[in-house]
């Protein structure tokens, strides 16, 4: 099985900084992308953030210019580092993987994390 833990969310005031973290394990072969999602209340979930395993990165167009998506291959994490919040950010966030994993054959699926919850105070 692959877990997906999440660390980092909590309170913030306006145009402060966060940074989320998210660690995943298990008989993992290979992370394709890694994703952040945020889901706010009374809204849809939306794309925050998206790394390929080569590093390519694309954002959400709320975020653009103010997060930033970094991982480590080597420890099977990535991270969002969040700037100038506002109070529209927040959310809560999950961290997705796409992951081949072996349990016990060989099998590629999406995973999601728990979620961490993120509040920006006006």
């Known amino acids: 099985q692959v877990q997906l833990v999440e660390s980092g969310g909590g309170l913030v005031q306006t145009g402060g900084s966060l940074r989320l973290s998210c660690t995943a394990s298990?008989?993992?072969?290979?992370?394709?992308?890694m994703a952040w999602y945020r889901r706010a209340p009374g809204k849809q979930r939306e794309l925050v953030a998206r790394?390929?395993?080569?590093?390519?990165?694309n954002y959400g167009d709320s975020v653009k210019g103010r997060f930033t998506v970094t991982r480590d291959n080597a420890k099977n994490t990535v991270s969002l580092q969040m700037n100038s919040l506002k109070p529209e950010d927040t959310a809560v966030y999950y961290c997705?993987?796409?992951?081949?994993?072996?349990?016990?054959?060989?099998?590629?699926?999406?995973?999601w994390g728990q979620g961490t919850q993120v509040t920006v105070s006006s």
């Open positions: 790394i390929t395993k080569s590093g390519t990165t």
């Open positions: 997705n993987a796409d992951v081949l994993a072996e349990i016990p054959i060989r099998l590629r699926g999406d995973y």
């Open positions: 298990g008989t993992i072969v290979s992370i394709y992308n």
